[in-house]
């Protein structure tokens, strides 16, 4: 049966990127088998732009629809004096609460070929492989009350609200027992539980979770500031993280320049069926925006990890990754990852290059 992908291209390098990770699309539909259609439609401030609003009820209406997500980026400066309510970020917002996409899956992954671009020494990153799972509709930055109030005493007050409840916790954990199990069975569940009695629930519901029903994936705990010195000193001793939303927010930050660029760097936000939303990380760059100079292998990467996690084509993927690997390999380099004695290439020429690779 066919699945039917929604093409977001957003914002600054966004249409770039994307049109070069639909070309890998269309190479895995037209030479390997893929069955798929794919739809195309406005988010962030093109949306705003044509429509007044940065997420139209018709491009959610196809989201609804679609069996996966394809996202390029939101936002640039060219919309930063909205009102914050109709600014391109909210369009991005709005896909996740509306598609409850709880789920936001971070890989950290240093390529062999890039080792030198990382700025830990390479022993210590060489091989890293981590893939950090975040809680993304929950935690302080959703949690009521929240707002900035005066006291009695006319001092001005801000104030959020960290709160879990346990099916939340439940949801995030068995994610990361589902994603360990494919890996190499270990899970760092990270909080702050000797301070935050709302994390001192969430070791307590995880370590339940994976008691009753995985117990053959190896479960630990850490405190998130030891969690952040360890991916610095020793990150390889990572197989999956699972922690809360603002936890995960910097770790992953962290973890993605353990690797050098975030140029290389997908991401997925799951719902509870597995449909998903992809996108690179690394936002939309409107100051190189039209240049041919973004990068676009962490797009492409986002399409493997769509089918993978939410198409169920994991060949497929490795297609993908492969291709990757082998332009790599042929010392293909943008501007962002580029090194002595390798040759440099524009957004266009690396997504042919891949292509060419499949």
């Not at 068995?174 to 009695?197: F, H, M, P, Q, T």
């Not at 995880?206 to 030891?226: R, W």
């Not at 597995?274 to 100079?293: F, N, R, T, V």
């Amino acid at each position: 049966m066919s699945k039917n992908i929604l093409i977001l291209p957003g914002d600054g390098i966004g249409p770039e990127i994307v049109t070069e990770a639909v070309k890998v699309l269309a190479t895995l539909r037209d030479n390997h088998g893929l069955d798929i259609e794919m739809d195309e439609a406005l988010v962030g401030g093109a949306a705003y732009d044509a429509a007044g609003h940065p997420l139209p009820e018709a491009t959610l209406e196809l989201a609804r629809e679609a069996d996966a997500i394809l996202l390029g980026a939101v936002g640039g400066t060219k919309w930063e004096s909205l009102d914050i309510s109709v600014r391109p970020e909210k369009g991005l917002l709005g896909l996740r609460s509306e598609l409850e996409l709880f789920a936001n899956l971070r890989p950290a992954i240093l390529y062999p070929q890039l080792a030198g671009a990382s700025t830990l020494k390479p022993e210590v990153v060489s091989g890293l492989d981590i893939m950090i799972v975040r809680e993304l509709t929950g935690g302080i930055y959703f949690g009521q009350p929240r707002g900035i109030r005066e006291l009695d005493n006319g001092i001005k007050q801000g104030f959020n609200t960290l709160v879990y409840a346990e099916p939340e916790i439940e949801r995030i954990a068995r994610v990361a027992g589902d994603i360990a199990r494919k890996r190499n069975s270990r899970v760092c569940s990270v909080d702050k539980a000797n301070v935050l009695e709302c994390t001192e629930l969430w070791r307590e519901v995880t370590t339940a979770v994976f008691e009753k029903d995985y117990s053959d994936v190896a479960l630990s705990h850490m405190y998130v500031d030891n969690a952040a010195m360890q991916l610095v000193k020793a990150p390889k001793q990572f197989d999956v993280m699972v922690t809360t939303n603002m936890f995960g927010d910097i770790l992953s930050d962290c973890a993605a320049m353990l690797t050098g660029s975030i140029g290389m760097l997908p991401s997925a936000s799951l719902d509870a069926n597995s449909k998903g939303m992809y996108e690179p990380i690394h936002g939309s760059a409107p100051d190189i925006a039209g240049q041919g100079l973004a990068n676009p292998l962490a797009t492409i990467l986002s399409v493997a990890m769509m089918l993978r996690y939410s198409l169920d084509e994991p060949k497929m993927a490795e297609l993908i990754e492969n291709a990757v690997n082998k332009v790599l390999d042929d010392g293909l380099r943008t501007p962002d990852i580029m090194s002595e004695g390798m040759k440099q290439v524009g957004t266009e020429a690396m997504g042919d290059a891949v292509v060419a690779a499949l």
